[in-house]
């Protein structure tokens, strides 16, 4: 009974987590899955996202999830810049991959450096009311808590990737930056600007770093190299998924987050960083192409 | 005389041994052998890294992870059976080496940023591993003792009255890898020169003309994989006798990676002298900068030049010098 009973909750706290992922993969599912721009700062930026909500809330007070918002127009801007600068040097120019990786795992490190020059190596942590208590039930003699950290970034991240899926799937620039992904030189004969559509589209993943640095500081204390161990879960999800399926991102983050709680729960919290490049390295094996995914992986 | 010319480049090599031997013995401050050992291992494993990051295209994040794995072999063995430090080189070099088979074997099929990216994540799924081990110190940490009078094949190497050839272990292992270095460089010469290595170039103009013109793609990067993990394996497996206390933070430290990856492509990627280059550059200026500045602006400027370098110098600094073709 005791093992149910864990089992239970762990796959309460898999689901709410990978609630959580979702949200930190959304915004690489756009840059990667449909721009084809591997940024592998992604974590780093999230990261960068949950020190401004740390400096919001102690400073002004404001709640952790709001400053996420407040935050999100100033990561489109910086997508918008990043993207930019890419285009200018690597992929006008069509250098190699290998330039394009290097420019972002440079970003990676300088961003990394910033955060902990401006905040040294501690960890930090917010204050919020939904932070630290937990909803406690029992359903037919089966004890279960919700922590309502974890929940409320499971409800926030829900309403922004569906968001997120509803407007790529309904709007005009959703379907424009849908056929950036399949044919950019049809998409400039239509009549639009595949660069422009581009820039705007890695400027909305990037603007996904705001409120996923608000949820990340919500669930976990960060300290400024945190993002490091996010790469491998963010990753895993993108490519389980499937390149350029929002759908498949949050299929695979449900996935991740309760292999994740379960390998914790009952083999050990330290183990958990191995669970997702089992799965990356699984999937690049047997299914490259991912659940959902229609991409090409050669 | 022509067969001596045909050979200068290895009359060079056991020139720059013979000097570096000669330092050793002339009693500089132990303090220079301390720095120069961190630069000359750098120039090893940017060499390794440029195997097949340079000559194939191929970008490996994941050095930290084959350093460590170099690393905690050592450790393994001094812990086992207290082996001796020639041993512990070999093997920690043939384990990174199958590591770099498996991880290539699984992901170089597929298109060259899933192999990055599995690299970046196998340096952490590594340090996981390490930080639940307990035989070789877990996450707190190990310290090893260095032997006090090694001796090699009967010979005593190191002893403090003289008796040895060298009079303290720091010189001895400055000798060690100044050796392992130059073997790495002639290797990454050899590769350059020969079957190997051009047809990595081919591979990275164009992968797809290349396996359509009979280059054997997939066993030419598995072979650059396995040869690049091994020697990167090797500098870190004499690793923990310079240290003398290793935990998994340091084996398994990001800032490796960003060295092996910025000291070529500052040197210049595409010819062996490149990353020599870059890492005598940048492993004295940071050696320097660590002492004189602090060690995280450092870093911060390694980032910020590495990112100029990418954007503006692709060819690195022996691009400069080369004619425009």
Known sequence: MIILELFINALISGILLGGFFVALAIGLSICFGLLD????????????????AFFLNSTFGIDPILAGVIMTPFFFALGWLIYSAYY????RTSAQALRGLAFFFGLLFITEVVLIMVSGVDHRLVNAAYIGKSFRGAVAGIEFSVPYRLLSAFVVAGIMTLGLQAFLDRS????????????????????????????????IGLGTC??????????????????RVFIGNVFAIVVLGGLGSISGTLIAAMILGIAESLVSTFFGPSWAPAVSFSILLGVLAFRPSGLLGVGDTR | MTTVLRYKFELGCVLVLVLAFVLTQIGVNNFFFFAGFAVVQFVMIAT??????????????GTAGFLGVGSYTAIALIQWSD????????IGALMAGLLGLFIGYFTLRLRGVYFAIATLALAIVLETFVNNWDFVGGAAGISILPPRNPELLGVMIVDRKGAGIFDNNTEFLFFLISAMAIFSVWIARTIERGKLGRGLNAIKDNEEAAECMGVPTLRLKLVATTVSGSLMGAAGAIFPNYLTFVDPLTAFNLEFAINALAMPMIGGT?????????????????????????????LLILGVVLVIFVVAAPHGIVGWFMKKN
């Open chain 1, 88 to 91: 200018q040097f690597f992929e």
């Open chain 1, 210 to 227: 705001g409120i996923a640095g608000a949820l990340m500081i919500i669930v976990i204390p960060i300290e400024p190299a945190v993002g």
């Open chain 2, 48 to 61: 390794a890294w440029n195997i097949l990051g340079g000559y194939g295209g191929y970008i490996n994040f």
């Open chain 2, 270 to 298: 595409f010819t062996w002298i490149g990353p020599v280059i870059g890492a005598l550059l940048l492993g004295t200026v940071q050696q320097i900068a660590i002492v004189t500045i602090s060690s995280e602006l450092n």
């Open chain 1, 37 to 52: 721009t591997v940024n592998i700062a992604h974590p780093t930026f999230v990261v960068a996202g949950a020190f401004c």
């Open chain 1, 172 to 203: 005009f620039f959703g379907r424009a930056t849908r056929a950036v992904h399949q044919d950019m030189m049809a998409l400039s004969l239509m009549g639009v600007d595949p660069v422009t559509v581009k820039r705007i589209a890695f400027g």
């Open chain 2, 83 to 90: 082996v001796s430090i020639v041993p512990q080189i070999i």
